[in-house]
């Protein structure tokens, strides 16, 4: 910009130079013309001057021009850099739009399959497995999408969602993920959010993951003993809208003070040890920081060397609703009103205990050693359950329940042992003195299910809300035709469509979906972009344009392809919505009912 205008000067006093050249020129042959109109003295020496002057100008321009041509040369290679440049994004959008529908076709795969897996019979060791395959693949496509995004916060086209998601829950999933990486360094890993924040909040769930992952995995990355704690308060909130900070404490080495600043600069690392000792690019505080940004919120971090670090970021958002799973209702039967002895000491487990307690209407006593818990039960307090944290000082959990069991059967009083996998105390004396195991890390629906357990409660049907639902395929019969040319991806899909009671017909291209149409009449197709023979946007323009409106059917993407503008493009094509993969199916139900409006849920 700066060439631009320099440039502009310099045409500008070339032009009044211009001016000036004239003006001395036509002063002089005046001057040679009609000397009596000057006094003898100015006569005799005004065309010398006026000619000098005019030589002095001349030379100027001269240098003028040779500035302006230079000039000229330099905006020229601007020009052809800019146009190289462009050329690269364009490139470097192609690579990654590419790498993107490759990457997620196999991904829906992986995702959808272990969906299905896991809705078979299994037991709970094959579950879990399943369930960290899950996640994993999951946590893949989050980086998938961090690539991705970090391309679209180079060229300003980041943008965020705006839909209801279950806080505790993200952050479940997060430490469920993380928690192996925990464990082969024996690393306490807890979480705590304040009661007084709602189970639904409305937001981007997936970058907030994004950031809390980033920030979580840093911690366990470079903390070698001790723990990783994650605190989430409320600081303000007038109605529904809330302000929420988010802390995560870890007991590792500490940063720095003259290292504070720029940890969150792109490709920023503490020291060149760090570097050598762990992976990673360097990207991920600057990205969570631009889109803390986004949210409105900020980012800090306190750090003691030798102690320990907290990061603190805060976000706005609002309440949201949300459907309830049963561990989310309040006053379940079964526990409401039982008295639940926690004996724990970690300030951050010992709170989420008690909150989790109290929302199912549970009244809790907690203490943070065994010699505490003795003194309550020694003096008479009657309790329900009691939940011992396996990490006690010592024997100090056997010695305990050996305690309890002298007064307490099984039966009369409960007791349920928090630890991790890999858990140092003997299994068979485990066994012998309590009721169940509670694996770390504590989620609400694994406490839920050993609490229930224990009280002799295993099941809630009766309190389902979903039990009572209908399906949307008994609820909107449809006709189904499914055009997608990965066979992987076809089952994923058909069985999808089988949750929520439809069958479809699948086509492996958009020349026989088209035949499909012919032979029979079709409400829905879901179609699949990238196909061979004819794709799936082409398919759409030929529908639309060869087939009579009571014979149209309604047309849903059901793609890989995720870039800014696949949507726009599927819509322009004649499509009437848009669903990327992996495939879930409260996507699908979603989009049928963006489309069928008029059939709401009873």
């Known amino acids: 910009m700066n060439i631009f205008r320099h440039t502009s000067r310099i045409c500008l006093l070339t032009c009044i130079l211009d001016g000036l050249m004239l003006v001395t020129l036509t002063t002089m042959a005046f001057a040679l013309l009609q000397p009596r109109a000057f006094p003898s003295v100015i006569s005799n020496w005004l065309p010398w001057g006026i000619l000098g002057a005019n030589i002095s100008l001349t030379i100027t321009r001269y240098r003028f021009a040779r500035q302006l041509q230079t000039m000229g040369g330099i905006i020229n290679k601007a020009k052809t850099a800019q146009h190289v440049a462009e050329e690269a994004v364009k490139t470097k959008a192609r690579f990654l739009a590419t790498m993107s529908h490759e990457i997620r076709t196999p991904m829906n795969g992986v995702i959808g399959m272990t969906r299905l897996l896991m809705n078979t019979p299994m037991s709970k060791k094959q579950s879990e497995f399943v369930e960290s395959i899950h996640l994993s693949g999951e946590h893949l496509l989050t980086v998938i999408n961090d690539v991705l995004d970090f ?47 709602p ?98 919120g900020r980012i800090w971090v306190e750090s003691t060397l030798g102690i320990g670090s907290r990061f603190h970021f805060t976000i706005k958002t609002r309440k949201a609703n949300g459907t309830l799973k049963p561990y989310l209702l309040k006053n379940i039967p079964g526990i409401a009103d039982k008295r639940i002895l926690i004996v724990e000491n970690n300030p951050a487990s010992c709170q989420a205990l008690r909150d989790f307690c109290r929302g199912w209407g549970a009244s809790t006593d907690a203490v943070h050693t065994s010699a505490d818990a003795i003194s309550r039960i020694a003096v008479g307090q009657p309790y329900d359950l009691a939940l011992i944290e396996s990490n006690l000082p010592g024997d100090a959990p ?144 030929r529908i639309r344009a060869n087939f009579l409106p009571e014979r149209q059917p309604v047309i849903i993407a059901m793609t890989a392809n995720a870039m800014a503008g696949d949507r726009q493009e599927c819509l322009n094509a004649g499509m009437n919505d848009y669903i990327s993969k992996p495939i879930l199916p409260e996507t699908v139900a979603a989009a049928l009912q963006r489309c069928f409006p008029a059939h709401k849920n009873p």
């Open 151 to 197: 391309s679209k916060i180079e060229a300003g086209k980041l943008d965020l969602k705006r839909e209801a998601f279950d806080l505790r829950a993200a952050i479940e999933d997060i430490l469920n993920l993380l928690h192996a990486k925990a464990l082969e360094k024996n690393l306490e890993l807890a979480f705590a959010v304040g009661s007084s924040i």
């Open 199 to 296: 189970d639904f909040i409305e937001g981007d769930m997936v970058r907030l993951r994004q950031i809390l992952t980033n920030l979580i995995g840093n911690a366990i990355k470079f903390t070698d003993s001790g723990e990783v704690t994650i605190f989430v308060i409320s600081r303000s909130h007038h109605g529904d809208e809330y302000e929420l900070e988010f802390q995560i404490n870890d007991t590792g080495p500490g940063i720095p003070p003259n290292r504070l600043d720029s940890i969150f600069e792109q490709f920023s690392r503490v020291d060149e040890k760090q570097v050598q000792r762990h992976e990673g690019t360097g990207l991920g505080l600057a990205i969570s920081r631009h889109l803390i940004d986004m949210m409105d």
């Open 398 to 541: 056997l010695e305990l329940g050996k305690y309890i069991r002298k007064r307490f059967s099984k039966q009369e009083l409960p007791m349920i042992l928090i630890a991790p996998p890999n858990d140092r105390h003997p299994k068979e004396s485990v066994r012998e003195l309590y009721n169940l195991y509670l694996t770390k890390p504590i989620t609400r629906s694994r406490l839920f299910d050993s609490l229930m357990t224990a009280l002799g409660e295993a099941s809630l049907a009766a309190t389902r809300p979903e039990c009572s639902r209908i399906k949307p395929g008994e609820r909107l019969p449809l006709a189904i035709l499914l055009a997608e040319d990965n066979p992987i991806n076809q089952v994923v899909a058909t069985a999808i469509l089988e949750e929520l009671a439809y069958t479809a017909d699948v086509v492996e291209n958009g020349l026989l979906a088209l035949r499909a149409l012919q032979q029979r009449h079709y409400d829905v197709i879901f179609m699949d972009m990238q196909m061979p023979e004819l794709d799936g946007l082409e398919a759409t323009r």
